[in-house]
Structure formats: C-alpha cells, structure tokens
C-alpha cells in the first residue's frame, strides 16, 4: 500500500461504520469476507488476494444518494494500492459490482457472486438486509422504494442463473431463488 496499511485499514473500519449507512456497513463486508473464505478454500479462484483486496474496498464509498459510489470506492483503493498493474485490476474489479456484470477477468464472476451471497443467506437474514436497504432509502417516498425495489429484486429473478461460479450455483442458486419470490412478496405487500 501507498500508505501505512494499519492507517488504510482504520480508514475503511471507519468508512463502513458512517452513520448513512445500514446494509453497506461492517457486517456486509464481514459477511463477503466468510463467504471469501469458503470460496477460496475451493481453490478455484485464480487471483484469492486481488478478490480479498477488492472486497474490502467494494463499499469504502456509500452514499445512497449518489451514482458514483463504486467509481468512488475505485478511486480509494488505487490511492491505497499505488499506481500499479495490482491496483488497477482490484478497481476495474470493484467496478464490477455496479453492475453485477463480469467482464474477461478469470475471477470476475467471483467478486459478483459474494457480493450477491446475501440472497442465499436464511430468511430472517434477508429480511433483515431488506429493512436495512430501506433505512439507507428511507428519503425515497414508500410506494416508490416498493415499485423501484421490486423491479430490481425482479431482474435479479429474471437472470437464468443469479450466479455466475458453479461453486456458487451449488451453493446459492436454489436458496437465492427461493428467497427473492418471498422478498418481492414482502415488498410487494408494504404497497399503501
């Protein structure tokens, strides 16, 4: 790192704990980070310490108002990492996560699919990240968030496959899918 990494790493400790946020916190980034370590442990990721790195970087910026945030987060990590062939390819990863969307990098489909590992957790957890995303959007008027937040969950349903690593199908795709009908359920039902 450019810097001192304990300095980085109390950096993005305090940018995860900024009070705008409620899912994109330290519990997000804990959360990718196990699901990180059970998919490193298949060995089948080719590049584990660029993933790690863009994991902890992915969400360093949050504001549920802007529109630049993984661009942003971007930013932060190149500062971070140095002007390097390294750093570049942990951006263009976190660059990944808007989207959702790999690119021609051999790990791409990882960082997208921890990043989306949240829909496959028990239901009480995904609840629990559905009202945290509605306290991050809490300015936006309720029959908005239901129809906007319905459409996304929507087209993640819509997706053939939700995820993209056959160590993720196995693990996540039947679960997720579950999940997100009983979500847009549950959205669905806030309607006033």
Known sequence: MSDDGTVWHERLLAAYSESQRSYHTLQHLEECLLVFDEAEATGLIAKPDLIEMALWFHDAVYDPQGSRNEELSAE???QALGDTELACEVARLILLTKSHKPGDGPDDAWIID???AIFAQPMARVLEYERQIRA???RVPEAVYVEKRAEILKEF??????YLTTW???HFEAKARENLQLLIASVKSLTP
Not at 157 to 162: K, S
């Open 114 to 116: 921890i990043d989306l």
């Open 136 to 138: 991050e959007y809490s």
């Open 76 to 78: 932060m990590a190149l």
């Open 168 to 170: 993720a199908c196995e």
């Open 157 to 162: 349903l819509a997706r053939p496959q939700i």
